[in-house]
């Protein structure tokens, strides 16, 4: 394949690739593409009264909608409630979770029944990401227990929006002993997240390229599509690469 010379970029600087971050939560709201529809139906569940499971594979997006669900919660809820984001990424047990889910709340440390009396005349919308570590050593069933009992309701003080890699029934499956249900599950309408199809990806690619004098050939275009089978994370990483050809002058 015969690259073109390096183009000229608008104002970045000549090492400017637009695919990026490769990896993580996409938090600017100019880098955020996509996923309109299941963020409506994520707004119709939680506005319905239900809490939401965001589930989808590593890397598909589910931090990203996470966030910007928590970004968009004051004018898409129905009912006021304040967006609280936790990465159990940070947490490293249950005291832990108490500790930062009262900090950002800004209520006074506390768990069990002193919890839900400070959380009492509160509306909070929970946004829990990584919940799958919640299966880690030092987390027990009671804290699922407790966030469904908070949760529970339409005017309860917490609505769950969870982000997981696997549905809640089979992540906790501790759930089943004794012919016991998911607490979470119970409460959690599931939403999952799902590749792109290619007529996303391509107008993917399109949009980052917007601002660039690069054209990928329809060639590289099908490469990509094939290579990432429409997984964000993959695609991204794909396109910085093949985008790093063209500031080198081609290969």
């Known amino acids: 394949m015969t690259s073109p010379p390096t183009p000229p970029l608008q104002g970045e600087g000549s090492n400017f ?93 506390s768990k ?25 050593v030092g987390f027990t069933r009671g804290v699922r227990d407790r966030l469904r009992g908070l949760a529970e309701g339409s005017n309860a003080p917490l609505k769950l929006i969870l982000a997981a890699s696997e549905p809640l029934e089979r992540l906790f499956n501790d759930s089943q002993d004794e012919g016991k249900t998911s607490p979470l599950a119970g409460i959690c309408q599931e939403e999952n997240l799902k590749h792109w199809d290619e007529t996303t990806v391509r107008a993917f690619i399109d949009a980052r390229l917007a601002m660039t004098s690069v054209r990928f050939t329809d060639e590289e275009i099908i490469q990509l599509v094939q290579e990432s089978s429409g997984h964000p994370r993959r695609l991204m990483q794909l396109c910085y690469q093949t985008y790093s050809r063209y500031l080198e002058g081609g290969e």
């Not at 119709?44 to 590593?58: D, K, M, R």
């Open 17 to 109: 690739n637009p695919f990026v971050p490769q990896q993580g939560r996409v938090d600017d709201v100019q880098q955020f593409f996509n996923r309109e529809r299941e963020i409506r139906r994520i707004f119709e569940v939680l506005n319905s009264g239900s809490s939401v499971a965001l589930i989808g594979e590593e890397g598909i997006g589910k931090s990203s909608v996470l966030w910007k669900i928590c970004q968009l919660a004051e004018s898409c809820l129905n009912s006021p409630r304040q967006s609280v984001f936790l990465d159990l990424n940070w947490v490293n047990d249950e005291n832990d979770f108490y500790s930062a889910l009262c900090h950002e709340v800004g209520i006074p440390e």
């Open 112 to 136: 069990d029944y002193s919890l839900t009396r400070n959380l009492r005349d509160r509306r909070i919308l929970l946004a829990i990401d990584n919940v799958g570590k919640m299966t880690w």
